[in-house]
């Protein structure tokens, strides 16, 4: 009778993450579609790359391609106002060298505890557009 007990406790405790992981709802967006071009040295960080994120279980990844002949590198900005944003010390980009020949490349990544967070896509290459596709995926 205990082992039988100790058992359903078990299997119990085992369900709780997964009904936990359940209600979860997962964000799926659009950074750049693909119809945006970004000249040599410029940057995009309008106001559709700014998501909320309080409340998130801090996963994200990025999914990006390009054309062009340019190069790009995507990185995160975190605000805690949700106005003021900046780069948090000791931050790596999330892609450093997005060309057209990179294909699609797919990266999680691990923003600093925010409330907001904001992509920003910076053509690195120096003479050259790109224009990126871009999407975003966060739980």
């Known amino acids: ?23 979860s709802s997962v964000s799926l967006v ?3 579609d693909g119809s ?6 410029d940057d995009y960080s309008g106001t559709a790359t700014t998501f ?9 990844a990025i999914q990006a391609s390009a054309s062009g002949s340019g190069t790009a590198k995507v990185e995160y900005y975190t605000s805690l106002d949700g106005t003021t944003f900046a780069e948090p010390a000791g931050a790596v980009d999330i892609i450093a060298a997005l060309t057209s020949a990179s294909g699609t490349v797919t990266v999680q990544f691990f923003p600093d505890f925010c409330e907001k967070i904001k992509i920003v896509v910076t053509e690195t290459g120096g003479a050259s557009s790109i224009t990126p596709t871009i999407r975003m995926i966060y739980r």
């Open 1 to 23: 009778m205990k082992k039988a007990l100790l058992i359903l406790v078990c299997l119990g405790l085992g369900l709780v993450p997964c009904v936990a992981l359940a209600g």
């Open 36 to 41: 945006t071009a970004i000249a040599a040295s």
């Open 30 to 32: 659009t950074i750049m």
């Open 52 to 60: 909320s994120v309080a409340g998130r279980e801090g996963f994200f």
